[in-house]
């Protein structure tokens, strides 16, 4: 497992309206494995791993900062 990228960006939580942040971190298991793992300061039980092929990393990688945190869905 390597880690090729991660990021923290801020965002307004849905519930309270405050401002949180949110940390993904891009990891490679394989040649064409990647894991996604997402979480946030909002509620520390809530994360989430989501796999993705090498396109969607690339993806992913390339979102400018407007799309950043859309994986969550």
Do not use: P
């Not at 990891?27 to 990647?34: I, V």
């Amino acid at each position: 497992m390597h880690l090729v990228a991660t990021r923290k960006y801020a965002f307004i939580a849905t519930q309270t309206l405050a401002e949180c942040q949110a940390r993904d971190s891009l990891f490679r298991f394989a040649e064409n494995k990647f894991l996604l793992h997402m979480t946030s300061d909002e509620d520390l039980e809530d994360e989430r791993l989501v796999w993705l092929d090498t396109r969607a990393a690339l993806l992913w990688i390339n979102q400018t900062t407007d799309e950043y945190g859309i994986n969550w869905e």
